[in-house]
């Protein structure tokens, strides 16, 4: 039986699997996670108690050497048990560092290594585009959040999501707090999937009211 590896993103936020992400973890015989924040990893756990914590087992907090105990696992995981899966936290092409270094890792001992993104707009932007917005120091922004002052700390490069889930009238004060941060004139782009196809789009600032009555649940609003 040919070894594979389903690597499956477990979100930037609340834990969300896609349905090709679960059926790729139902069908693994051996699961194993690691890198989940608390409340995420005791909602996986509640669904597959049998996965294999795998930074206990292998140190995940003495950083040196983790990454190569990760390979070994994971590759030993999928030639004994043939089909391997593992969680990790954000999306695995771009918030997971680990897993750009391990898919290569992986596929160069013949092991098939699957990629499965989580169901949030800001993972489908890096997943269809490449861009790591984290290793690009852009701070990812839960509208939400932002506009109660959790998300102070929040930098010049901006990328916000859940706009759409902002309660009702709350959209005109995203607006104003995005003018008192930036001019008029400053570069707005939002990104969507249409289609299965990435399509961004560009405003100035001053334009917004227009396209804030378009924002929907797979959009993310980027301000660079």
């Known amino acids: 039986m040919e070894a594979g590896v389903e690597i499956v993103g477990m979100g930037l936020s609340g834990g ?25 990893r005791a909602d996986f756990l509640r669904q597959w108690p049998d996965a ?11 950083g040196h050497g983790f990454v ?19 969680a990790v936290a954000g999306h695995p092409v771009a918030a997971n560092p680990a897993t750009v270094w391990l898919r290569p890792h992986l596929e160069s001992q013949g092991i098939a290594v699957a990629i ?5 707009a800001l993972d489908h932007f890096m997943a269809a585009t490449g861009v790591d917005l984290l290793a690009h120091q852009v701070s990812l922004v ?11 700390r929040a930098g010049r490069a901006l990328a916000i999501w859940n706009v759409a889930y ?3 009238g709350q959209r005109p004060l995203l607006l104003e707090r995005l003018r008192r941060r930036f001019v008029d004139g400053h570069p707005l782009s939002l990104f ?4 299965n196809q990435p399509r961004i789009e560009q405003f100035a ?15 993310t609003v980027f301000v660079f």
């Open 16 to 40: 969300q699997v896609t349905m090709a992400g679960r059926r790729a973890l139902d069908s693994c015989r051996w699961l194993g996670h690691y890198g989940l924040p608390l409340q995420v």
């Open 52 to 62: 294999v914590d795998l930074d206990a087992c292998l140190d995940s907090g003495q």
């Open 68 to 86: 190569a105990r990760l390979g070994a696992a994971v590759s030993g995981a999928a030639l004994r048990h043939g089909r391997a899966g593992l």
């Open 116 to 120: 499965h993104g989580a169901p949030s």
């Open 142 to 152: 839960d509208a939400r959040g932002w506009l109660a002052d959790e998300d102070g």
């Open 166 to 168: 902002l309660p009702e």
């Open 192 to 195: 969507r999937v249409v289609g």
């Open 205 to 219: 600032l001053g334009q917004a009211a227009a396209w804030l009555a378009r924002v929907d649940a797979e959009t």
